[in-house]
């Protein structure tokens, strides 16, 4: 269902061997952690996946992989587990395929698509923290005008947040969405509700804080020159990403992203606005 993106590149990039010990922080359904099982016939293939819905279905898909371990765990927490499979700097590899995966859009019912009629939830975990529904009936509309901006750069934040509060109470993807048509200009629908349910999403799931915690385990867990790997879908993500090069953790491979090629984006339009960084741990 889901297509892993660019993932010929991340397996020429991140070079494991037949003995290799890889973590997948973001497993969804395993494409990335498939292409490196081929390849890892004596080592190991550690999986996170927060959403424990796409964690059943996983777990369920590859329990007779042996060299395949899925835990439901956010890669922010990800210290523990590999602390006790005492793994902690031994790690070759470590992926990140951040984002959403197509399940997540048309299956989990947690209203993160503004395509469909959902309850606006939003949580990659929905037993951790608050769905959006309800942190919108408590925020002021200055917060929400400030979501909108630092976290989808949206122009019209300030109409949006006034009739996100005039409007109140906000239970449903579908009002939401007829809030942001409502403003927006004629040919820029698609893009401001895409931008609009983005911020959202960052900010429920915290997830500028959530990355930089997740690549600090990642260093944390990998060996001197072992490689960590990053696929980023928008700004804010690349940007915590691209950050790492001036940390004294890791070294960039390349100054500028890899973004998959034509080939791949006709094949799979979703994959577009990917961008491949990979580090190595000094
Ligand atoms: C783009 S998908 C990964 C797809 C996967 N590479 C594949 O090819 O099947 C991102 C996945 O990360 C999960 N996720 C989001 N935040 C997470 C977190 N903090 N820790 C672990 N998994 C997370 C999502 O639930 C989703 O399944």
Do not use: W
């Not at 550690?46 to 899925?70: C, D, S, W």
């Amino acid at each position: 269902m889901h297509k892993p993106v660019m993932v010929r590149e991340v397996i020429e990039l991140t070079k494991p061997k037949i003995d290799s010990i890889v973590i997948d922080a973001t497993f969804g359904f395993g494409g990335h952690a498939r292409a490196f099982y081929e390849i890892v016939k004596n080592g190991l293939i550690v999986g996170f996946e927060k959403n424990p819905f796409t964690y059943e279905i996983a777990k369920e898909l590859y329990k007779n992989y042996e060299r395949i371990r899925i835990f439901n765990v956010g890669y922010e927490n990800m210290l523990e587990v590999i602390e006790k499979l005492e793994l902690v700097g031994k790690v070759d590899i470590v992926i990140f395929d951040l984002g959403l995966s197509l399940f997540l859009i048309k299956k989990s019912n947690l209203g993160f698509s503004y395509k469909s009629d959902e309850v606006l939830d939003m949580r990659f975990n929905p037993n951790e923290g608050k769905p959006l529904y309800e942190i919108l009936e408590k925020l002021e509309q200055k917060e929400i005008e400030k979501i909108l901006r630092n976290y989808g750069d949206i122009k019209h934040a300030r109409k949006i947040s006034y009739e996100i509060v005039r409007n109140k109470p906000i239970r449903r993807t579908i009002q939401l969405r007829e809030i942001v048509e409502r403003l927006a200009p004629r040919n820029k629908k698609d893009k401001l509700l895409k931008k609009t349910f983005q911020a959202f999403r960052i900010f429920v799931n915290d997830e500028v804080n959530t990355i930089k915690k997740g690549l600090l385990n990642a260093y944390k867990c990998l060996k001197i020159e072992g490689r960590l790997a990053v696929l980023s879908y928008h700004s804010i993500e690349d940007r915590i990403v691209k950050n790492l090069s001036k940390s004294p953790l890791f070294i960039p491979l390349f100054k500028k992203p890899l973004t998959p090629s034509q080939e791949e984006i006709l094949e799979n339009p979703r994959s577009r606005s990917a961008k491949l960084r990979v580090f190595l741990k000094k």
